[in-house]
């Protein structure tokens, strides 16, 4: 909530005085969730973050002129259990009041996540406007938000509910996070290359 001075006109509306008084505003609150596996040599985790921030950057006069208010929360994932916690079942994951902002959860292999758990890795794609991209697209995310921020009504959760897809995708994590508990049990004297 916050107080803002009234600002009232007299005719046509041309010259404006202030008014001294107060109204109760209630700014809406957005909170984006942004979860991933690795923002240091994951492509899709990299790009996403970076559409995403600049997504951000792009509408936030838009949002913050008309009462938004947005919390930006970066979560590394880092065990399997983590991500049970979070209902977290594919990298990268952007959410916005916790709505997923893909209708459905795909995947395609992951060179660089692959590299780092040293088993074979998916990480999400994000289907938009017919296209197929690694990233999320800074137009899918602006969308979603706007829609938050402007449509106002309690959209149900949109990712589909598909059990052999989430079986899939949370055995494709648990690999992930196991090979790389492995590969930092075998490295951890430092004699691996990266």
């Not at 809406?28 to 997504?55: H, R």
């Not at 590299?115 to 990480?123: D, L, R």
Request: charged fraction near 20%; proline fraction near 2%.
């Amino acid at each position: 909530m916050m107080t803002e001075s009234i600002t009232q006109s007299s005719g046509c509306g041309c010259s404006a005085g202030t008014v001294s008084g107060s109204a109760q505003v209630d700014k809406q609150k957005v909170t984006i969730d942004f979860l991933y596996l690795d923002l240091e040599s994951c492509e899709p985790c990299q790009g996403s973050e970076g559409n995403l921030e600049d997504a951000l950057n792009e509408i936030s006069t838009l949002l913050e002129t008309t009462g938004a208010e947005v919390a930006l929360n970066k979560i590394h994932v880092t065990s399997y259990d983590q991500a049970l916690q979070f209902g977290f079942v594919s990298s990268p994951t952007i959410r916005v009041n916790g709505q997923d902002l893909a209708l459905e959860v795909r995947e395609s292999h992951c060179s660089s996540c692959s590299a780092i758990s040293g088993t074979e890795t998916f990480c999400r794609v994000w289907d938009f406007q017919g296209r197929e991209y690694k990233a999320a697209p800074k137009a899918l995310i602006i969308e979603a938000i706007l829609k938050t921020v402007y449509a106002n009504e309690g959209q149900q959760d949109k990712v589909a509910s598909d059990a052999g897809r989430t079986a899939n995708s949370l055995a494709n994590l648990k690999s992930f996070f196991e090979g790389t508990r492995v590969a930092a049990t075998s490295c951890g004297d430092g004699a691996c290359a990266a």
